[in-house]
């Protein structure tokens, strides 16, 4: 098959899809980096990760309550799950309906703050990672776990507010008649400042031209390796002082035009490159094929995707049900079989940027080995 360039995916969706906006080319690149966005959602939720997910969760620079920085997507310590049994008949479900049939909300009621959100509206708009309450360590999220003919199963997962990992998507379009993207290099600025701040493990450059990491223990001592080295020590440690504070931090990047390609990098991937821990390229092939065969041309099992995006770009306010927040429950559904049928093919459709001599399923090593650290131990 020939996979048309991300430009001309956007110059299609501007014609088809957003004809009736004043700018139909900005308004299909903004619905690119949405489905960014969902590709690198339901990538980590295809990996087993759903439970641990926060979305646009504030996080605090390390040491610096004063800046506080909106992640996309924030990966925390599970301290409890809690699996509820619903049917569908009972909707909408809110957070205080769950917390009511919760066995945990009993014992922490008096030290929670309940959120108004709900996991699953009265027209099947599911809510992911929907944070039905804040408790004075962290926050209890819903995740919808599976469904049946008739009944839903739905995780409340207690977590603590400290993330083991962020994961950040940045995506930016190029104007026409213009060969590079004005906003840029701001961009790759401001996503290699979140990465370098909100981790103890701190990255500084050596005489000798490399990247070298130092971590501030508690006796008041510096601790410093090479990057590479120090970081793959404290993923595989126990130890307190190195994981208290510590942040994975991994961006996810498109290209169009403007990050060029994994192998010909401009100013703005090197600047991103050498601050994540881990960058990942989502390449223009991976994006295109994903309009492919969801969006252009469904299969049948996969028509509700298709029909959940054109109806949140039908110009009507109100409609939005396909973004990483908010998002049809058919087309979840979809999309969850999408993922599983074929993970070998969408884990190719990301480049590994840095580390270098890595694969991706590194990365999945390292997430899951973090999952199970001794989390109450440390964070105590």
Sequence with gaps: ????????????????????????????????????????????????????????????????????HNIEYSLHPLMQIESIDWSKKLLPITSTKLLKKSKAYRVLKP????????????????????????????????????????RLHINLCSLYNHPFAIVECKRVGVEEGTKKGPQTIEKAKQGAYVARTVSSLQKIRLNNGRIGGVIHLPNGSLYYKDYPILLS????????????????????????????????????????????????????????????????????????????????????KGKNRFTKVQIALDADIALQKYFKSNIQKINSWFNIITPKNKILSHLWDELNILTKKDWRRILK
């Design 1 to 68: 098959m020939t996979y048309l360039s991300v430009d001309e995916l956007q110059n299609t969706l501007a014609k088809n899809v957003f004809h009736y906006t004043k700018d139909s080319k900005k308004a299909a690149g903004r619905a690119l980096g949405t489905l960014v966005e969902i590709i690198s959602f339901y990538t980590l939720k295809s990996w087993g990760f759903e439970k641990y997910i926060a979305i646009e969760k504030p996080l605090q620079e390390y040491m610096n309550s004063d800046i506080v």
């Design 111 to 150: 030290n929670t703050s309940i959120r108004s959100n709900h996991l699953l509206t009265s027209r099947s708009i599911l809510r992911n990672a929907c944070t039905v309450c804040d408790t004075p360590n962290g926050f209890v999220n819903a995740y919808l776990d599976s469904v049946t003919k008739d």
């Design 233 to 316: 020590e404290i993923i595989k440690s126990k130890k307190k002082e190195f994981l208290q504070n510590f942040v994975l931090t991994i961006g996810v990047i498109s290209n169009h035009g403007n990050w060029f390609t994994s192998s010909n990098p401009n100013k703005e991937l090197k600047v991103l490159a050498q601050s994540y821990d881990w960058l990942l390229f989502l390449t223009d092939k991976g994006l295109a094929q994903f309009i492919n065969d969801l969006i252009q041309r469904p299969l049948p099992q996969y028509k509700p995707i298709k029909k959940a995006f054109l109806e949140s770009y039908s110009g009507k």
